[in-house]
């Protein structure tokens, strides 16, 4: 064995066994017991059979066709699993329908015929051997048709909730689905190459796993995608709290310069949790951000008005801020110019 070839199997180990433990954090160690975690983990555990597979037939000797025939099956579990994760991360309060099961019939059909197939049967028989080439288009295609079913519920759901406001929360789940899907068919497409062009290294499926496992792992910490579900999609207070700010706003209430998320918060009748929360979600900015974004734009209605003329100092107290610095400097994060400077630009 040479060096490219140790390197190639430490590359496609060292991914599959970062898979493996992350699905065991998500199943066995993660502290939010979900059914998201738990269908996820078990797509990664699936995920290292049929990647293991490969990586045995590339570097083993001999693999015995039950392994193979095995390891080809986990593909028929991981395309429903992939689905019913979809369904979980977007749909509120998702539960597994008993009836979900039957689509893993085709995975226990060609699970249990793998124990019935010999090495010298696989080897010999002309039968077996148009069987497998049969099953292993059946099994790709199945694969590629709940990636597309998986697609089509993101979509659909991401074009049902612009039409209200997508929150943080729907946009990190939907950048990690997008994500988690395009993982699944840039590793769809290397399998795929390779029985189209025998050119096309098998090995070459194992590794781009690990380099997408690598980068999943860390995107669904990011997202905090572990942390989420389809709960995020009920419509629940949070938005109608919000509504209840935006009209505060529209009175002027941000000109009141000890406006404070407490004060606020008492004023709703509301927590500071449940009104902090609420903001974030619907505004994607904190109180601080929020409430200044609306000063600014009274501000800059008076830097425009050239009738009166005020002092950079008289607007910055007129519009709720305690001192000249504070709205320079909120100023400037906003619009990336001086109050001075903007004056002039627009005078």
Do not use: C
């Amino acid at each position: 064995m040479n060096f490219s070839d140790i390197l190639l199997i430490i590359l496609s180990s060292a991914g599959l066994l970062h898979g493996i433990l992350f699905a065991f954090y998500l199943i066995g160690f993660k502290k939010k017991k979900t059914l998201t975690n738990l269908l996820l983990g078990l797509i990664l555990v699936f995920m290292a059979f049929r990647i293991g597979k490969s990586v045995m037939l590339n570097f083993g000797n001999n693999l015995e066709p039950i392994f193979i025939f095995i390891g080809l099956a986990f593909l028929l579990l991981i395309g429903p699993f992939f689905r019913w994760y979809i369904l979980g991360m977007t749909v509120p309060g998702f539960k597994l329908p008993k009836y979900y099961f039957i689509e893993i019939i085709p995975f226990l059909l060609v699970f249990f015929a793998s124990l019935l197939v010999t090495k010298q049967w696989y080897e010999t028989s002309d039968f077996v051997i148009l069987i497998f080439g049969s099953g292993l288009v059946f099994i790709y295609l199945h694969f590629a048709l709940y990636i597309l079913l998986g697609w089509i519920v993101i979509k659909k759901t991401k074009n049902r909730y612009q039409s209200v406001k997508i929150t943080k929360s729907h946009k990190a789940i939907f950048d990690w689905l997008h994500l988690l899907a395009f993982g699944f068919i840039i590793i769809w497409i290397t399998y795929v190459l390779n029985i189209l062009d025998e050119s096309v290294p098998y090995i070459i499926g194992p590794v781009v796993y690990s380099i997408i496992i690598y980068f999943l792992s860390y995107k669904a910490f990011q997202l905090k995608a572990t942390d989420l579900n389809g709960n995020a999609f009920n419509v629940n207070d949070d938005y109608s709290l919000f509504d209840e700010i935006s009209k505060l706003m529209n009175t002027k209430l941000y000109l009141e310069p000890d406006l404070s998320l407490i004060k606020l918060s008492k004023l709703l009748g509301k927590s500071v949790q449940q009104t902090s929360s609420a903001i974030n979600q619907y505004s994607n900015k904190n109180f601080n951000d929020y409430i200044n974004h609306y000063r600014i734009q009274e501000a800059k209605k008076k830097l425009l008005n050239v009738g009166d003329k005020y002092t950079i100092s008289s607007i910055a107290f007129d519009t709720g801020f305690s001192s000249l610095s504070s709205f320079n400097s909120a100023f400037k994060k906003f619009e990336g110019v001086t109050p001075s400077s903007y004056r002039k630009k627009n005078s």
